[in-house]
Protein backbone atom coordinates (compact mmCIF):
# COMPACT_ATOMS: atom_id res chain seq x y z
CA UNK A 1 0.00 0.00 0.00
CA UNK A 2 1.60 3.07 -1.02
CA UNK A 3 0.67 7.09 -0.68
CA UNK A 4 0.55 10.13 -2.82
CA UNK A 5 0.39 13.48 -1.05
CA UNK A 6 -1.40 15.79 -3.30
CA UNK A 7 -1.25 18.98 -2.73
CA UNK A 8 -2.71 21.96 -4.37
CA UNK A 9 -1.01 25.76 -4.73
CA UNK A 10 -1.87 28.81 -5.97
CA UNK A 11 0.36 31.85 -5.71
CA UNK A 12 2.34 30.77 -2.88
CA UNK A 13 5.40 29.82 -4.09
CA UNK A 14 7.68 30.55 -0.89
CA UNK A 15 5.25 28.82 1.41
CA UNK A 16 5.27 25.87 -1.36
CA UNK A 17 9.30 25.57 -1.55
CA UNK A 18 9.01 24.94 2.22
CA UNK A 19 5.80 22.44 1.74
CA UNK A 20 8.42 20.32 -0.24
CA UNK A 21 10.93 20.95 1.86
CA UNK A 22 8.62 18.82 4.70
CA UNK A 23 7.78 15.81 2.24
CA UNK A 24 10.83 15.23 1.49
CA UNK A 25 12.27 14.28 5.29
CA UNK A 26 9.37 12.06 5.69
CA UNK A 27 9.38 8.95 7.88
CA UNK A 28 8.20 7.05 5.54
CA UNK A 29 8.10 7.83 1.78
CA UNK A 30 5.39 8.91 -0.49
CA UNK A 31 4.71 10.29 -4.00
CA UNK A 32 4.22 13.69 -4.00
CA UNK A 33 1.54 15.20 -6.25
CA UNK A 34 1.53 19.21 -6.89
CA UNK A 35 -0.97 20.83 -9.15
CA UNK A 36 -0.13 24.63 -9.64
CA UNK A 37 -3.44 26.19 -9.90
CA UNK A 38 -2.46 28.46 -12.58
CA UNK A 39 -0.57 30.49 -10.21
CA UNK A 40 1.41 33.74 -11.80
CA UNK A 41 4.38 33.59 -9.31
CA UNK A 42 7.02 31.65 -9.34
CA UNK A 43 5.48 28.46 -8.40
CA UNK A 44 6.73 26.34 -11.62
CA UNK A 45 10.08 27.07 -10.64
CA UNK A 46 9.77 26.07 -7.00
CA UNK A 47 8.27 22.67 -8.12
CA UNK A 48 11.34 22.38 -11.07
CA UNK A 49 14.01 23.10 -8.01
CA UNK A 50 12.33 20.14 -5.61
CA UNK A 51 11.85 17.21 -8.59
CA UNK A 52 15.81 17.76 -8.45
CA UNK A 53 15.33 16.07 -5.02
CA UNK A 54 12.68 14.11 -4.97
CA UNK A 55 10.57 12.67 -8.07
CA UNK A 56 7.12 15.00 -7.77
CA UNK A 57 3.79 14.01 -10.44
CA UNK A 58 3.24 17.55 -11.53
CA UNK A 59 -0.14 19.11 -13.04
CA UNK A 60 -0.51 22.50 -14.52
CA UNK A 61 -3.56 24.78 -15.04
CA UNK A 62 -2.97 27.55 -16.95
CA UNK A 63 -5.95 29.51 -15.42
CA UNK A 64 -6.89 28.53 -12.32
CA UNK A 65 -9.87 26.17 -11.54
CA UNK A 66 -10.73 26.23 -7.76
CA UNK A 67 -9.70 24.63 -4.52
CA UNK A 68 -11.60 21.47 -5.61
CA UNK A 69 -11.15 21.14 -8.96
CA UNK A 70 -7.38 21.53 -8.41
CA UNK A 71 -7.25 18.50 -6.15
CA UNK A 72 -9.61 16.18 -8.16
CA UNK A 73 -6.97 16.57 -10.92
CA UNK A 74 -4.48 15.77 -8.24
CA UNK A 75 -6.03 12.79 -7.27
CA UNK A 76 -6.64 11.72 -10.72
CA UNK A 77 -3.01 12.43 -11.60
CA UNK A 78 -1.85 10.10 -8.52
CA UNK A 79 -0.88 6.17 -8.31
CA UNK A 80 -0.71 5.65 -4.55
CA UNK A 81 -3.37 3.54 -2.96
CA UNK A 82 -4.31 6.59 -0.22
CA UNK A 83 -4.71 10.50 -0.87
CA UNK A 84 -3.17 12.58 1.36
CA UNK A 85 -4.72 16.14 0.76
CA UNK A 86 -2.33 19.00 1.56
CA UNK A 87 -1.67 22.76 0.89
CA UNK A 88 0.65 24.62 -0.27
CA UNK A 89 1.24 26.50 2.58
CA UNK A 90 1.20 23.99 5.02
CA UNK A 91 4.09 21.76 6.59
CA UNK A 92 3.94 17.90 6.72
CA UNK A 93 5.26 16.66 10.63
CA UNK A 94 7.84 14.27 9.68
CA UNK A 95 5.73 11.68 10.42
CA UNK A 96 2.57 12.64 8.38
CA UNK A 97 2.56 9.80 5.97
CA UNK A 98 3.48 7.36 8.26
CA UNK A 99 0.54 8.17 10.75
CA UNK A 100 -1.95 8.12 7.87
CA UNK A 101 -0.73 5.20 6.57
CA UNK A 102 -1.38 3.05 9.65
CA UNK A 103 -4.84 3.88 10.13
CA UNK A 104 -5.46 2.67 6.12
CA UNK A 105 -3.97 -0.29 6.94
CA UNK A 106 -5.36 -0.92 9.91
CA UNK A 107 -8.29 -0.99 8.63
CA UNK A 108 -9.74 -0.23 5.52
CA UNK A 109 -12.97 1.99 4.31
CA UNK A 110 -11.63 5.14 6.35
CA UNK A 111 -11.63 8.47 6.23
CA UNK A 112 -8.47 9.82 8.55
CA UNK A 113 -8.31 12.94 9.36
CA UNK A 114 -4.84 14.16 11.24
CA UNK A 115 -3.67 16.96 13.71
CA UNK A 116 -3.99 20.65 12.20
CA UNK A 117 -1.81 23.12 14.17
CA UNK A 118 -0.67 26.73 13.04
CA UNK A 119 2.59 28.60 12.90
CA UNK A 120 0.69 31.91 12.95
CA UNK A 121 4.08 33.69 13.72
CA UNK A 122 4.07 33.43 9.79
CA UNK A 123 0.98 35.81 9.60
CA UNK A 124 3.25 38.62 8.42
CA UNK A 125 5.73 37.47 5.96
CA UNK A 126 5.26 36.84 2.41
CA UNK A 127 8.47 34.42 2.78
CA UNK A 128 8.91 32.99 5.84
CA UNK A 129 12.34 31.59 5.09
CA UNK A 130 14.12 35.07 4.08
CA UNK A 131 11.65 36.89 6.48
CA UNK A 132 10.49 39.09 3.55
CA UNK A 133 7.33 41.20 4.46
CA UNK A 134 3.76 40.96 3.56
CA UNK A 135 2.68 44.02 1.08
CA UNK A 136 1.24 46.30 3.48
CA UNK A 137 3.27 45.08 6.72
CA UNK A 138 6.67 46.45 6.05
CA UNK A 139 7.40 48.94 8.50
CA UNK A 140 5.81 46.14 11.01
CA UNK A 141 8.43 43.58 10.24
CA UNK A 142 11.39 46.48 9.89
CA UNK A 143 10.65 47.12 13.44
CA UNK A 144 11.30 43.83 14.87
CA UNK A 145 14.42 43.16 16.02
CA UNK A 146 16.70 40.28 14.63
CA UNK A 147 16.15 38.17 17.13
CA UNK A 148 11.89 38.83 16.91
CA UNK A 149 12.37 37.92 13.51
CA UNK A 150 13.96 35.15 13.59
CA UNK A 151 11.03 33.74 15.66
CA UNK A 152 8.54 34.42 12.54
CA UNK A 153 10.76 32.43 10.39
CA UNK A 154 10.62 28.82 9.65
CA UNK A 155 13.63 27.78 7.19
CA UNK A 156 14.20 24.50 5.24
CA UNK A 157 17.44 23.92 7.73
CA UNK A 158 15.10 23.84 10.29
CA UNK A 159 12.76 21.47 8.58
CA UNK A 160 15.64 19.19 7.92
CA UNK A 161 17.40 19.27 11.17
CA UNK A 162 14.99 20.44 13.98
CA UNK A 163 11.76 19.83 13.47
CA UNK A 164 10.45 20.03 17.25
CA UNK A 165 11.56 23.70 17.40
CA UNK A 166 8.46 24.02 14.19
CA UNK A 167 6.28 22.06 16.40
CA UNK A 168 6.91 23.55 19.43
CA UNK A 169 6.21 27.01 18.57
CA UNK A 170 2.96 26.40 17.18
CA UNK A 171 -0.53 25.74 17.99
CA UNK A 172 -3.59 23.68 17.76
CA UNK A 173 -6.60 24.71 15.86
CA UNK A 174 -8.42 26.13 12.88
CA UNK A 175 -8.57 29.54 11.25
CA UNK A 176 -9.68 32.77 12.99
CA UNK A 177 -13.74 32.68 14.08
CA UNK A 178 -15.74 31.19 16.00
CA UNK A 179 -13.53 29.72 18.83
CA UNK A 180 -11.32 28.27 17.09
CA UNK A 181 -9.49 26.10 19.66
CA UNK A 182 -12.71 25.09 21.29
CA UNK A 183 -13.01 23.81 17.60
CA UNK A 184 -10.22 21.89 16.98
CA UNK A 185 -10.77 20.10 20.36
CA UNK A 186 -13.87 19.48 20.14
CA UNK A 187 -13.52 18.00 16.66
CA UNK A 188 -9.80 15.96 17.95
CA UNK A 189 -12.05 14.82 20.94
CA UNK A 190 -15.08 13.47 18.76
CA UNK A 191 -12.64 11.23 16.20
CA UNK A 192 -10.36 10.03 19.31
CA UNK A 193 -13.59 9.31 21.84
CA UNK A 194 -17.26 9.16 20.47
CA UNK A 195 -15.94 6.73 16.68
CA UNK A 196 -19.66 5.82 16.40
CA UNK A 197 -21.35 9.14 16.27
CA UNK A 198 -23.41 9.68 12.39
CA UNK A 199 -21.96 13.16 12.55
CA UNK A 200 -18.06 12.55 12.57
CA UNK A 201 -17.76 13.99 8.77
CA UNK A 202 -18.55 17.24 10.28
CA UNK A 203 -14.94 16.81 12.06
CA UNK A 204 -13.25 16.30 8.49
CA UNK A 205 -10.32 18.68 8.03
CA UNK A 206 -9.86 21.30 4.56
CA UNK A 207 -6.13 19.52 4.74
CA UNK A 208 -4.32 16.77 6.70
CA UNK A 209 -6.83 14.26 5.38
CA UNK A 210 -6.98 10.33 3.68
CA UNK A 211 -8.93 8.63 1.97
CA UNK A 212 -8.61 5.23 -0.13
CA UNK A 213 -7.69 7.07 -4.08
CA UNK A 214 -10.84 4.67 -5.24
CA UNK A 215 -13.28 5.42 -2.64
CA UNK A 216 -12.53 8.60 -3.41
CA UNK A 217 -12.80 9.17 -7.42
CA UNK A 218 -16.24 6.46 -6.79
CA UNK A 219 -17.95 9.26 -4.82
CA UNK A 220 -16.60 12.32 -7.46
CA UNK A 221 -14.22 13.42 -5.52
CA UNK A 222 -14.61 17.17 -3.98
CA UNK A 223 -17.88 18.99 -5.18
CA UNK A 224 -16.35 21.77 -7.99
CA UNK A 225 -19.64 24.16 -6.48
CA UNK A 226 -18.03 24.21 -3.09
CA UNK A 227 -14.32 26.34 -2.26
CA UNK A 228 -15.11 26.53 1.32
CA UNK A 229 -16.03 23.49 3.46
CA UNK A 230 -15.96 20.93 0.99
CA UNK A 231 -14.06 18.57 2.84
CA UNK A 232 -16.62 18.28 4.95
CA UNK A 233 -18.99 17.69 1.77
CA UNK A 234 -17.06 14.77 0.72
CA UNK A 235 -16.73 13.50 3.82
CA UNK A 236 -20.36 13.38 4.08
CA UNK A 237 -20.40 11.34 0.86
CA UNK A 238 -17.71 9.35 1.36
CA UNK A 239 -19.39 8.06 5.01
CA UNK A 240 -22.67 8.04 3.12
CA UNK A 241 -21.08 5.19 0.80
CA UNK A 242 -20.02 3.04 3.97
CA UNK A 243 -16.39 4.54 5.05
CA UNK A 244 -15.98 5.74 8.44
CA UNK A 245 -14.09 8.94 10.28
CA UNK A 246 -10.80 8.41 11.91
CA UNK A 247 -8.29 10.17 13.60
CA UNK A 248 -4.64 9.77 11.97
CA UNK A 249 -3.48 10.23 15.89
CA UNK A 250 0.22 12.14 15.39
CA UNK A 251 0.32 12.95 12.06
CA UNK A 252 0.22 16.48 12.33
CA UNK A 253 0.47 19.58 9.57
CA UNK A 254 1.59 23.00 10.23
CA UNK A 255 -0.73 25.76 8.46
CA UNK A 256 2.11 28.49 7.63
CA UNK A 257 -0.79 31.18 8.61
CA UNK A 258 -0.85 34.69 6.12
CA UNK A 259 -3.06 37.94 6.49
CA UNK A 260 -4.83 37.07 3.14
CA UNK A 261 -7.64 34.54 1.38
CA UNK A 262 -9.30 33.54 4.78
CA UNK A 263 -12.90 33.21 4.49
CA UNK A 264 -15.22 32.75 7.56
CA UNK A 265 -17.94 30.08 7.10
CA UNK A 266 -19.98 31.95 9.18
CA UNK A 267 -19.84 34.95 7.35
CA UNK A 268 -19.36 33.63 4.05
CA UNK A 269 -22.96 31.30 3.88
CA UNK A 270 -22.86 30.63 -0.26
CA UNK A 271 -21.86 26.91 1.02
CA UNK A 272 -24.80 26.00 3.24
CA UNK A 273 -27.51 26.42 0.28
CA UNK A 274 -24.83 24.11 -1.66
CA UNK A 275 -24.36 22.04 0.63
CA UNK A 276 -28.03 21.77 1.87
CA UNK A 277 -29.27 21.18 -1.51
CA UNK A 278 -26.88 18.40 -2.23
CA UNK A 279 -27.70 17.20 1.24
CA UNK A 280 -31.29 18.05 2.98
CA UNK A 281 -30.50 16.38 6.42
CA UNK A 282 -30.54 18.64 9.83
CA UNK A 283 -26.69 17.97 10.41
CA UNK A 284 -26.31 20.40 7.68
CA UNK A 285 -27.58 23.46 9.03
CA UNK A 286 -27.18 22.58 12.33
CA UNK A 287 -23.55 22.95 11.26
CA UNK A 288 -23.53 26.46 12.22
CA UNK A 289 -25.06 26.35 15.27
CA UNK A 290 -22.14 24.06 16.52
CA UNK A 291 -19.57 27.07 15.26
CA UNK A 292 -21.76 30.01 15.92
CA UNK A 293 -22.61 28.32 19.59
CA UNK A 294 -18.17 28.55 20.59
CA UNK A 295 -18.59 32.27 19.15
CA UNK A 296 -19.08 35.18 22.09
CA UNK A 297 -21.53 37.22 19.46
CA UNK A 298 -24.34 35.79 20.99
CA UNK A 299 -25.79 34.72 17.80
CA UNK A 300 -27.62 31.95 19.36
CA UNK A 301 -29.97 32.03 22.70
CA UNK A 302 -28.43 29.34 25.33
CA UNK A 303 -31.16 27.11 24.63
CA UNK A 304 -30.44 27.12 20.89
CA UNK A 305 -26.67 26.39 21.27
CA UNK A 306 -24.70 22.90 20.54
CA UNK A 307 -21.74 21.88 22.56
CA UNK A 308 -20.18 19.57 20.40
CA UNK A 309 -20.43 16.62 18.16
CA UNK A 310 -21.75 14.33 19.78
CA UNK A 311 -24.79 16.85 20.49
CA UNK A 312 -24.95 18.02 16.43
CA UNK A 313 -26.03 14.52 15.68
CA UNK A 314 -28.45 14.16 19.05
CA UNK A 315 -29.89 17.84 17.76
CA UNK A 316 -30.20 16.41 14.51
CA UNK A 317 -32.01 13.40 15.19
CA UNK A 318 -34.76 15.79 17.26
CA UNK A 319 -35.22 17.99 14.03
CA UNK A 320 -35.55 15.54 11.42
CA UNK A 321 -38.12 16.44 9.52
CA UNK A 322 -38.73 19.85 10.48
CA UNK A 323 -36.34 21.84 8.33
CA UNK A 324 -37.33 22.32 4.87
CA UNK A 325 -35.86 24.38 1.97
CA UNK A 326 -35.56 27.44 4.29
CA UNK A 327 -33.30 25.50 6.39
CA UNK A 328 -29.85 27.42 6.40
CA UNK A 329 -32.35 30.68 7.60
CA UNK A 330 -30.73 31.38 11.32
CA UNK A 331 -33.98 32.32 12.38
CA UNK A 332 -35.38 28.91 10.82
CA UNK A 333 -32.95 26.84 12.81
CA UNK A 334 -32.88 28.55 16.09
CA UNK A 335 -37.04 28.32 16.15
CA UNK A 336 -36.55 24.51 15.65
CA UNK A 337 -33.81 24.19 18.23
CA UNK A 338 -35.88 25.95 20.45
CA UNK A 339 -39.29 24.48 19.99
CA UNK A 340 -40.63 28.27 18.91
Not at 114 to 134: K, S
Not at 287 to 310: E, T
Request: hydrophobic content about 40%; some cysteine; proline content about 6%.
Amino acid sequence: MRASVVIRSKDEAPRLRLTLASLAYQSEEAEVVVVNDGSSDDTPAVIAAATRTMPIIRVDHSVPVGRSAAANAGAVAATGDILIFLDGDTLAGPDLVARHMSVHRHAAGRVARGETFHLRQTRLLADPETGRPMPGEEARVEALSARELERLRVSAVEIAEDFAAIDRRAQPGIYPGAGPRELYELEIDALRSHPDCDALWAAASGANQSVNRTDFLAVGGFHPQLTINEHREVALRLCKAGLRMALADGARSYHMTHRKGWRDPLEDGDWEATFYREHPISEVPLLSVLWGSLSANGAYPQAARIADIPALARAARRCDGVFGPEAVRRAHVTAALTGG
